[in-house]
């Protein structure tokens, strides 16, 4: 247990070639150190080591509280493995596992991340022979982890879809976004309340399915995955007239009506969108009519409201200056009034009606589609520290930010592993989630493009990314206040490595504070050998971070330390490994084995 504030005193830096192994074991406390007085020192701790890891997965993305989870390895493992389960450091329970499938039903605790690691020892060493996280939940929204299709024609047959959603699940993810999968913004159902069309074209005049539509649903919802569709909340096509839409509903960029407010597109689309109010209380019913059509022949498990962005000056019908913000919050409060047992999310575009947006109440988590006004690493972080104030500290960030923009926008390729791993350690410590997996991963707004391809090295660093953010979901999200966030004191630094607190710093290894119940969290981000502190890492340009090895460091308590611990995506596939630690009256001098993108150091 530690006070709300420490002093962490860099001591010591060595880049050595030793191995990347440390202490990992859940062995005695050590002795307590009352008044700050005397020493404790804690050297019994076993090395961890691992090699190749075995590919893991499980039947699901989420578990409900008392349901078994069922694995499956692509490798036989050898006789005396042991697949631990733990929270944070803390075993919940062992078992002996043999050949390729086991099963574990975990605590009935709601709310809880798991990481898995199925090992060896020999006593003195233990090998990670693989690993993965479990997420019990039974609500999927307390943790969002966010992702989405955008395709729906004849290509996506059922092997294609089971394959898709299989890597998405190995991922945890929990949420699908259906992107542009409707008929018209303002008639969404590909059909009527009293026909299903079995085939229909969307914004683009690209072929939908309706079939295909069903056949993601039902697998999503196998996997423990929730379906929520897409929409804009104040859209319009050309033939809206003749589908009931009222002129009087309309938004226009001066007050006498001229200038249609509208979202150009491109001429070989079905229609440029043109602008209603949100806050119209006809349009609202009428919308809200239309969406039950759609939750009538579609089991949809939410609505994803998108917006535009600020629009400047507009007005409506009447020639009265329209509060967009505002108009949000009415539109979200009249769809949940709609249909209060659906889930509602909505865009916030550049943070445009933030406020308004989550102070409803009423979405599930905050969602904000980041651009180039907001570029900057720090950005993130205030991106998300804003939403919990705007959200009375009770719902969690969402961020779709798309990597390697400019390039993707002039040529085909693949994304840059080391922009888009630096990108999501610093979301992830940061305690938000990032929107970009679906069939490909994203780079631009449109949603169906992939010009920019994932490598295999890429593929299953996110495996092992999303694995930790969803085995230390408690650590990284599970509570968010006030009191949660601190900044360690770095008091110095040496053998020419700098070491600074947030916001980052070109050439430093980064410091980012959260609380956690008991324990203090010191993420390490690892900026040496990044000079571009955007990021969005436009043209694919970002470079690895430079590996840094053997970091000792002193930390400044009040408090008696039991345990010292790290883990990283980027090591023993994000297994927690045990330090040893030496704790004299208020100082506690401790070695972190390796700092790649990021390292998580935890005292207990």
Not at 56 to 81: H, L, M, N, R
Not at 163 to 173: D, G, K, P, T, V
Not at 201 to 221: C, F, G, L, M, P
Not at 461 to 473: E, L, N, P, S, V
């Amino acid at each position: 247990m530690l006070n709300h504030k420490m002093n962490i005193v860099f001591m010591a830096l060595a880049l050595a070639s030793a191995s990347c192994g440390g202490g990992g074991s859940d062995s005695p406390e050590a002795p307590t150190n009352p008044d700050n007085g005397g020493e404790n020192t804690k050297t019994d701790v076993v090395t961890v080591t691992s090699g190749t890891l075995a590919d893991i997965s499980a039947d699901k993305s989420v578990y409900q509280p008392g349901e078994t989870v069922k694995f499956t390895s692509d490798t036989a493992f050898p006789a005396g493995a042991t697949a631990r389960y733990r929270q944070g450091s803390t075993v919940v329970a062992e078992q002996t596992v043999s050949g390729t499938s086991w099963q574990w039903t975990p605590p009935s605790t709601d709310y809880q991340g798991y990481l898995v690691d199925v090992y060896t020892t020999d006593g003195t060493t233990e090998t990670i022979l693989g690993t993965i996280a479990v997420d019990v939940s039974s609500d999927w929204t307390m943790f969002p982890r966010y992702g989405f299709v955008g395709d729906f024609d004849a290509s996506k047959t059922a092997d294609v879809i089971a394959n898709e959603m299989a890597y998405l699940s190995r991922c945890h993810i929990n949420g699908i976004q259906f992107y542009d999968w409707h008929n018209k913004h303002h008639w969404p159902l590909g059909g009527t309340r009293t026909e299903l069309y079995d085939k229909y074209t969307d914004i683009a005049n690209r072929d939908v399915y309706n079939s295909v539509v069903k056949a993601y649903i039902d697998e999503q919802h196998r996997l423990g995955m929730k379906s929520m569709f897409y929409n804009l909340c104040f859209g319009v096509l050309d033939d809206a007239a003749a589908d009931g839409v009222k002129e009087e509903w309309a938004i226009y960029k001066n007050a006498n009506r001229g200038d249609r407010d509208v979202c150009s597109l491109p001429a070989s689309w079905k229609s440029h969108i043109y602008l209603v109010d949100p806050a119209n209380t006809e349009w609202q019913a009428y919308l809200a009519e239309r969406n039950d059509e759609v939750y009538s022949h579609l089991d949809f498990d939410g609505y994803h409201i998108d917006q535009l962005g600020s629009r400047g000056d507009v007005y409506d019908y009447n020639g009265n200056k329209v509060n967009l913000p505002k108009g949000y919050a009415s539109f979200i409060e009249a769809m949940k009034a709609a249909h209060p047992d659906k889930r509602l999310v909505m865009n916030s575009v550049s943070s445009f009606g933030a406020s308004q947006i989550g102070g409803t109440g009423l979405t599930d988590f905050c969602y904000n589609e980041v651009w180039g006004d907001q570029d900057q690493f720090d950005d993130l972080h205030t991106i998300i520290k804003a939403n919990d104030q705007y959200t009375n500290y009770g719902k969690r960030t969402v961020l779709a930010a798309y990597m390697n923009y400019d390039i993707a926008d002039r040529t085909t390729g693949n994304m840059n592993t080391p922009g888009v791993l630096m990108t999501d350690a610093v979301i992830m410590a940061l305690g938000g989630s990032h929107l970009e997996l679906g069939d490909h991963m994203l780079s631009r707004e449109y949603f169906p493009a992939h010009p920019l391809k994932m490598t295999d090295e890429l593929r299953t660093a996110m495996i092992r990314y999303y694995d930790f953010m969803t085995g230390y979901q408690n650590l990284l999200r599970g509570s968010v206040s006030t009191a949660n966030e601190f900044t360690p004191d770095i008091v110095s630094g040496t053998s020419g490595v700098n070491i600074s607190t947030w916001p980052p710093k070109a050439g430093n290894i980064v410091a980012y504070g959260r609380n956690a119940g008991t324990k203090q969290v010191v993420h390490l981000l690892n900026f040496r050998n990044i000079d571009n502190l955007s990021w969005r890492d436009l043209e694919a340009t970002r470079r690895a971070p430079l590996l840094t090895k053997d970091v000792t460091m002193t930390v400044n308590t009040d408090k008696s330390v039991s345990k010292v611990w790290v883990a990283s995506p980027d090591y023993h596939g994000g297994a927690p490994v045990e330090l040893a630690y030496t704790q004299s009256g208020n100082s506690v001098k401790v070695t972190v084995p390796w700092i790649n993108y990021w390292t998580m150091l935890v005292l207990e």
